[in-house]
């Protein structure tokens, strides 16, 4: 997904506290300025809970200034640099499409996948090929899966109806090769070696 969306993901070497002072200092703040003060007697549900949360953090955490920022509070430090962010072009993607799992499967002589134990239907022209799947792992096995093949869409794989798939000619014509070529030795040749 970060790929997609042209975001660097980089990982803190394990072992090495000093990558990730910054989200500890976090949590840090966060233990001792909300969680000590929070009054859990007043949360009723993970609603309450955010709610009270977001008011800590626009109230409290970002109107008091930050050694790390010079003194700034971060609601003045992102108004000097907030400008500067780059966001995701939103005309032209559909975040819901980048939450999508994928994984590479094969597609069996009579035309199906499988994933997850479940039986999919691809088109015949993907017969032999190596194709991506992209799903969501929530949705029901009778719902459609994306296929991509070779970075290009490919249509959908349908959940495996057998009784249609058992009337679906194959052969190399249905992938579009040519014919086999023929055999240099004729049934007439065969005919005379015999006699």
């Known amino acids: 997904m970060c790929a997609k969306l042209g975001i ?3 990982h803190a070497r394990p072992y090495q506290p000093a990558g990730k002072g910054k989200i500890e200092r ?3 703040t966060l233990r001792a300025g909300w969680l000590r003060h929070l009054d859990l007697e007043a949360i009723d549900g993970i609603e309450a809970l ?3 949360l977001a008011g800590w953090i626009e109230g409290e955490y970002h109107q008091s200034p930050h050694r790390g920022l ?3 509070t971060p609601l003045d430090r992102w108004a000097a640099t907030g400008a500067e962010v780059r966001y ?3 005309a032209g993607l559909d975040l819901e499409d980048l939450f999508l799992f994928e994984a590479k499967r094969r597609v069996m002589k009579d035309r199906t996948l499988s994933l997850h134990g479940q039986l ?4 015949a022209i993907l017969i032999g090929c190596t194709v ?3 799903y969501d792992p929530a949705a029901p096995p009778s719902r459609a899966l994306q296929v991509v093949h070779e970075g290009r869409p490919a249509g959908l794989a349908t959940p495996l109806d057998a009784y249609a798939n058992t009337a679906v000619k194959r052969g190399s014509i249905e992938r579009g090769d040519s014919e086999p070529p023929r055999s240099r030795l004729s049934i007439r040749e065969l005919n005379e070696e015999e006699e």
Do not use: K, S
Request: hydrophobic content about 40%; cysteine-free; proline content about 5%.
């Open 132 to 134: 991506t799947v992209r």
């Open 50 to 52: 955010n709610r009270a």
């Open 8 to 10: 660097a993901l980089i």
């Open 70 to 72: 010079d003194g700034q």
């Open 120 to 123: 999919y239907e691809a088109d």
């Open 88 to 90: 995701p072009d939103a």
């Open 26 to 28: 976090w949590f840090r």
